[in-house]
């Protein structure tokens, strides 16, 4: 049965409705503003927001311009004859609420009002010149409400150092250059399979030892003998494990 002149038209109208519908939304997309977050725009040449904070703040010197908030003040605190004498300080707090059901699959006690975990974690990044600092960083993490207690290196630990090195060598103030650095730090290698600080957990892991750290523009080559630190629930009481030793060399290409 073939079809009728009205029943042309009435495709042919449907097909225009169609279009002027299609045309419509498109504008509508079109003068849609971005959203934008709250407060004023930021600054264009404001350093970026490293996850380690002994990597955070090296440009604050090279650009006094990028620091338009009222806490990078602490960030740079001139104490020599030049822009490289300086101290830094920052934190880190954090508080979560952590709750499972059925819990080991319900074998043993359960806890049915979950518990709350905190972590704070001051440091101070003390630099003499271009080619010499001091990093040290505490760490306070608690765990309260939880039914059985904290877990041992995983929810609490009370206060310790958490890092705490002295780093020698053009990379102290450069992206690109060479250093060595000695004492307890965070190391994240790669993709943190073999290395990392242990992000997830309330305590976080750091290990103590020596690395020497190449890196250019395209190439980062990392050089370690460590010992992993065991986290103790108590004041100031975590020990490297001194039955484990890592050493070896790790080369990153670095993508820009």
């Known amino acids: 049965m073939q079809p009728t002149k009205s029943q042309f038209v009435a495709w042919g109208y449907r097909v225009l409705f169609g279009l002027l519908c299609l045309l419509i939304a498109s504008l509508a997309v079109a003068q849609t503003p971005e959203p934008a977050p709250p407060g004023p725009p930021p600054v264009a040449n404001r350093p970026h927001l490293d996850p380690l904070p002994c990597g955070a703040g090296l440009e604050f010197p090279r650009r006094p311009a990028s620091q338009n908030d009222c806490l990078d003040r602490c960030k740079y605190l001139p104490w020599g004859a030049d822009a490289q004498h300086y101290a830094s300080f920052g934190l880190e707090y954090r508080t979560e609420y952590e709750y499972f059901d059925n819990w080991m699959f319900g074998a043993g006690p359960q806890d049915h009002n979950g518990c709350v975990m905190s972590r704070v974690m001051p440091h101070v990044d003390l630099h003499a010149g271009p080619n010499l600092r001091l990093f040290t960083e505490l760490q306070f993490d608690y765990s309260i409400g939880r039914n ?109």
Do not use: C
């Open 148 to 256: 059985g207690g904290p877990r041992t290196g995983i929810d609490e630990d009370r206060g310790d150092f958490h890092q705490g090195f002295l780093e020698v060598g053009t990379h102290v103030s450069s992206e690109q250059g060479t250093s060595l650095r000695i004492g307890r730090q965070e190391v994240v290698l790669g993709t943190g399979r073999l290395f990392d600080n242990n992000e997830g957990p309330n305590v976080k892991l750091s290990f103590d030892g020596a690395r020497l750290i190449m890196q250019t523009a395209h190439i980062r080559w990392d050089n370690f003998v460590l010992k992993p630190v065991e986290d103790n629930p108590g004041f100031f009481d975590d020990a490297p494990n001194h039955g484990q030793t890592a050493w070896g060399a790790i080369l990153l290409l670095l993508y820009r």
